[in-house]
């Protein structure tokens, strides 16, 4: 068994209040959720209005299946238009871990 995290650090663009901020993240969170059935919610830096930090689980038998939809996740978030992906750190954890 294995497991597969990424956290991303994001800067909103035009985004000046926490309730904007909310209309950004939540689709990033759902269409994740939905396009790759990961676990993904917003794990960080919620009273800051134009930060967010987004976390992201997935479990796998098999180690080359889980890296393949982490590269996908990362790809869809960097593509956003309306955010800046300022890092992404991954994790992948076996069970000898």
Not at 13 to 32: F, N
Not at 66 to 90: G, M, Q
């Amino acid at each position: 068994m294995y497991v597969g995290t990424l956290s991303f650090d994001l800067l909103l663009g035009d985004v000046h209040s926490l309730k904007e901020k909310r209309s950004v993240v939540r689709p990033i969170v759902a269409e994740l959720q939905r396009k790759f059935a990961v676990s993904a919610a917003e794990v960080g830096d919620q009273d800051l209005h134009r930060r967010a930090r987004i976390g992201v689980a997935l479990v796998s038998g098999d180690v080359r299946f889980l890296s393949d939809v982490l590269d996908r996740c990362e790809r869809l978030v960097a593509a956003r238009p309306e955010v800046e992906l300022l890092s992404v750190r991954r994790r992948l954890h076996g069970d000898e871990d």
